[in-house]
């Protein structure tokens, strides 16, 4: 059975940091890659970031966070991580975490296969 967690999810306010997790399980997490996905409220499901699978594995930011999240992996430990910095109240989404079997699914929903319960994350101004 897959299974993918995420935590780290809050309340923060404006100009802080999370990093949030995503723990695998009944995968080969090594041979997925993982993108982070959020939905703010009233809005639909959006990219925010992604990582290959492989070796020094490519990432990809949405605009809305570039330069300010980084995307990271351990797979000894199954792990996917997403850093945000400088946080501001539009950043307020409930994450998700996701992975596929292709090289990079990307910013396309459907070539994710499987999908967290996802984590709250608020950030108050």
């Known amino acids: 059975q897959v299974q993918l967690v995420e935590s780290g999810g809050g309340l923060v306010q404006a100009g802080g940091s999370l990093r949030l997790s995503c723990t695998a399980s009944?995968?080969?997490?090594?041979?997925?890659?993982v993108g982070w996905w959020r939905q703010p409220p009233t809005k639909g499901r959006e990219f925010v970031a992604g990582i290959s699978w492989g070796i020094g594995g490519s990432t990809g930011y949405a605009d809305s966070v570039k330069g300010r999240s980084t995307i990271s992996r351990d797979n000894a430990k199954n792990v996917a991580y997403l850093q945000i910095n400088a946080l501001r109240p539009d950043d307020t989404a409930v994450y998700y975490c996701a992975v596929g079997q292709t090289h990079w699914p990307g910013e396309t929903a459907s070539r994710y296969d499987y999908w967290g319960q996802g984590t709250q994350v608020t950030v108050s101004s």
């Open positions: 009944g995968i080969t997490f090594s041979n997925y890659a």
